[in-house]
């Protein structure tokens, strides 16, 4: 397969076609067995043929830019506008591309029956902040300093494992020495030190990615009223790692119903979240549906026997057990 020098690929250009390549794309051409050949730089014209059905897939698939929800849904798409090509004749060809492909595909080497997957992997050491690098980004973990985690880059996301086990999971960042902070690898420090937990970027980069609801805020606002700021921080932050076990969606409705019934308190809370359902909102009464009939019928309750504590004996009795 013929390659321009693509820096995942190459990572010097020698004399002449030969290239000092990458481990990952020698192990990557490895596994499905085919040899790469590199253009020289500068000289379009040795990969003229691909350069203009690049341009024409761009201009007939990804003009104008395509929207998708994910980049699964997006890979489906492309490869189904690679389909529709099947039915187009390239060039001065007799014969459409799939009937040619099909022509050409006994000619092929099976492909292998294990995937290869694309992702980078390295070690790197926690720094003093509790992040790891990956490239020139950072990325937070649970992890304490000074522990050797592993880090596996893929095209959607970054997995940072420790010990055979996956510690953390980030969406992957494209841009350029930032720092992607999860509010959770920080709940124990934040913990010890409540005061920091208002300015902290780890809350500030929720408050943008949506994770940090209303109800939040103003839940936390009323735990720090009736508790102090201190205080009220560390029940919130409480909360929160309970959010971490029994989902955020559930602490969502449990701070929410809290509010709604007018109560402050964080033993609340952790009862809606692990006793109650989701929906805790009883059913609105319509008054007409109310009889007065019903009520004035009720039977009154029976208070004769409460009379008995009033009878010599019981009084003495009463004193016996409490000494």
Known sequence: ?????????????????????????????????????FCTPGKGHEKGGVEGEAGF????????????????????SLLEGCRKDFSRIIGEREKIAGEM??????????????????????????????????????????????????????????????????????????????????????????????????????????????????AYDQFWSALQSRHGESDGTRMMIELLQLGRQCGYDRLSAALEEAIRIGSSDAAVVRYLMTTSPINWAPAPLDPGEIKRSEFSTRPLPAIATYDQLLSQSAQSLVKEVAQ
């Open 1 to 37: 397969m013929r390659y321009d020098n693509l820096s995942s690929a190459v990572k010097k250009v020698l004399r002449g076609r030969r290239r000092e390549e990458t481990d990952r794309f020698i192990a990557f051409r490895s596994h499905w067995q085919f040899d790469a050949s």
């Open 57 to 76: 897939f761009r201009r007939n698939h990804l003009v104008p830019v395509p929207q998708a929800s994910s980049l699964a849904t997006f890979n489906e």
């Open 101 to 214: 492909f099909k022509l050409e595909q006994p000619h092929l080497l099976p492909l292998q029956s294990e995937d290869f997957e694309l992702a980078e992997e390295y070690f790197r050491k926690v720094n003093k902040q509790g992040c790891v690098q990956a490239g020139t980004n950072f990325y937070s973990t649970p992890l304490r300093a000074g522990l050797e985690a592993r880090v596996r880059v893929l095209p959607s996301t970054v997995e940072i494992h420790h010990q055979g086990r996956l510690v953390a999971e980030h969406p992957r960042c494209y841009g350029q020495r930032k720092q992607i902070l999860d509010l959770e690898h920080y709940l124990g420090a934040l913990e010890r030190k409540p005061g920091a937990m208002a300015g902290s970027k780890p809350l500030r980069q929720w408050r943008e990615d949506g994770r940090w609801r209303a």
